[in-house]
């Protein structure tokens, strides 16, 4: 018969209020992104589609962000995509129109620019939790050394 452990598995670190309204604020943004840019320039030119794909999978995965049922150190790797997905989307729409007009390019500055904000801002968000953590850490292992 097993017997219990004195060391329970610990559970993973979970996302912060901070953490899942930056991911809903993201979230907002992507839907209006995809409005507002992605679907005239798909409808412009249908071909690239597949362009989107990533950028969608994580629209899907920020849902699971924003409802707070992940560990945080995936939410990290999504955000790190997000990231990714920022830039590549950048990229892509001011190679793929010859001549965006001037409202899109409006878009798209303020798309880009809320996107690398509340991406930043999250992985700050966990990298100053984990940094928290691990001095607290140090110091409780410090001091029972010091007893």
Do not use: C, N
Not at 31 to 37: F, S
Not at 67 to 72: A, F, H, K
Not at 88 to 108: E, F, K, N, V
């Amino acid at each position: 018969m097993p017997r219990p452990s004195a060391h329970p598995i610990p559970r993973p670190k979970r996302l912060s209020a901070l953490g899942r309204g930056l991911a809903a604020a993201q979230l907002l943004k992507e839907t209006l992104t995809i409005v507002l840019l992605g679907v005239p320039l798909l409808l412009a030119q249908p071909v690239l589609a597949p362009a989107a794909v990533p950028g969608l999978v994580l629209y899907l995965f920020r849902w699971v962000v924003v409802l707070g049922r992940i560990p945080r150190r995936a939410a990290a790797r999504i955000w790190v995509f997000t990231l990714l997905d920022e830039l590549w989307g950048l990229s892509l729409y001011l190679h793929a129109y010859d001549a965006p007009t001037a409202r899109q390019l409006r878009y798209l500055k303020w798309s880009v620019g809320l996107g690398l904000f509340f991406t930043l801002a999250a992985l700050a968000e966990i990298a100053y939790r984990r940094y928290r953590e691990r001095r607290g850490l140090r110091r409780a292992l410090l001091g029972a050394a010091l007893r």
